[in-house]
T-cell receptor, first 114, second 114 residues
Framework: EDKVVQSPLSLVVHEGDTVTLNCSYE??????LLWYKQEKKAPTFLFML????IEKKSGRLSSILDKKELSSILNITATQTGDSAIYLC??????????????FGPGTSLSVIP | GAGVSQTPSNKVTEKGKYVELRCDPI?????LYWYRQSLGQGPEFLIY????????DSGLPNDRFFAVRPEGSVSTLKIQRTERGDSAVYLCASSLGQYTGELFFGEGSRLTVL
């Protein structure tokens, strides 16, 4: 059965800290690793990773995939209170050439305190 | 519309009743997904539509759950004989006809079965 695991499940840090969120996956016919941010209700897309070792970066957020270890990390530097959210990791397995079935992990709940 | 729209936003029902949850995807998005999210967990895949047909319904928990998308746009998730364990947030997402990894989620329908 396809599975995505995340750690830690929750984390409390102070503003300005750097955090690393971990994700490991066991997904049949794995094609992509996805990160989403869920602040209130609707998850919003952060990154898609398909190749090992290539870092994707957006502002203070960055992520990298290790296909050998079946894992990924999401780094957030100089955290701000607005980074408080649940960070969801997901594995994508093809349903068709253009679409994936996306399997989510439980999420890491990040709280950034002033 | 500008985003994925889900109605109702909240639904309280009694055990044994029938409920329908509606999803109106972003115009032009051919792929539509239903997920279920319980408290403290990541979204759980239920069903995926490509156009009008259910390309993958492997996540539907049992035959009380059914979903349709008759004209390839709006989708309805139908739950018969609701049980307390069905209480969750039901999320709908849509995506473009090309693989980007990005799912656009609605705000969800919170279902409470008393």
């Amino acid at each position: 059965e396809d599975k995505v695991v995340q750690s830690p499940l929750s984390l409390v840090v102070h503003e300005g800290d750097t955090v690393t969120l971990n994700c490991s996956y066991e997904v049949t016919n794995f094609r992509s690793l996805l990160w989403y941010k869920q602040e209130k209700k609707a998850p919003t897309f952060l990154f898609m990773l398909t190749s090992s070792g290539i870092e994707k970066k957006s502002g203070r957020l960055s992520s990298i995939l290790d296909k050998k270890e079946l894992s990924s990390i999401l780094n957030i530097t100089a955290t701000q209170t607005g980074d408080s959210a649940i960070y969801l990791c997901a594995g994508g397995t093809p349903i068709s050439a253009s679409y994936d079935k996306v399997i989510f992990g439980p999420g890491t709940s990040l709280s950034v305190i002033p | 519309g500008a985003g994925v729209s889900q109605t109702p936003s909240n639904k309280v029902t009694e055990k044994g009743k029938y409920v329908e949850l509606r999803c109106d995807p972003i115009s032009g998005h051919t792929a539509l997904y239903w997920y279920r999210q319980s408290l403290g967990q990541g979204p759980e895949f239920l069903i995926y539509f490509q156009g009008t047909g259910a390309a993958d319904d492997s996540g539907l928990p049992n035959d009380r759950f059914f979903a349709v998308r008759p004209e390839g746009s709006v989708s309805t998730l139908k739950i018969q004989r609701t049980e307390r364990g069905d209480s969750a947030v039901y999320l709908c997402a849509s995506s473009l006809g090309q693989y980007t990894g990005e799912l656009f989620f609605g705000e969800g329908s919170r279902l409470t079965v008393l």
